[in-house]
């Protein structure tokens, strides 16, 4: 196992949750946090144990050392064939339909398949240091539909084709303009905190409320909304003892205190 490792030059991705927040960190600095086929398995486990964890409301996603992540390995591309790419697919796809509210750390870059790991997820938090750039057309690479579609989703069409076509390096002001980065630290050592005060803000807020609208926000965005669904978690949140507990605390003043029921 070991030796394994080390030819993948870092560690498999790591699980750490904590009370409301679950954080998955990426662990090759040294090839700016690429991820390996092993890893998108990791990864698949990670998401199912935090999807069946209840009290698990923000899932953060960073990385170590001075990237986010840079995608797939390209090495490992011509072995495995197209069933890279529908594997890489699968777990942006499953990052995006992710139970808890989703954060995504990009300090650095998010490069190739990153780039559409940081839009699947619900909101991305940066430093000034950080950039993203997917040079499929620069590989010969024609990116899978899913992260074509949450591109287009994201930032229209024409900043799609500056992205895809062009292969455009984004820096951090034009992210932010894009609406590709939701806060933007000072400094890239300030980025931590500032995540830390985010996911903590999102963590004092209704969890009925929150997660039913995440599910719907991307299904109307995708045109798959379901409107019977839609009405039933209204009808939840509407009868719950969280909306009687937000309204006695707006009342007096104070900060609610939910339970998710």
Known sequence: MAGAEARNEGLA???VIDGAVATI????PAVANRLELSDLEVLHGFLADVNARPEVLLLRLQGEGRHFCSGFNIGQVGT???DAGRRFEGITDAVEQARPITVAVLQGGAFGGAGDLAVACDFRIGGPDSELMVPAARLGLHF???GLERF???VGLPAARRIMLAAERLDATEMRRLGL???VADSTAGVPALVDAFCAEIAGLAPLAILGMK???NRIARGTLDAAALARDIAAADA???LKEGAAAWQQRRPPQFQGR
């Open 13 to 15: 991705p790591d699980l």
């Open 240 to 242: 719950s003892a969280d």
């Open 144 to 146: 899978y539909r899913g």
């Open 80 to 82: 495995a064939g197209a």
């Open 181 to 183: 980065l939701d806060r």
């Open 25 to 28: 960190t990426l662990r090759r």
């Open 152 to 154: 287009v989703a994201a």
């Open 215 to 217: 599910q719907h926000l």
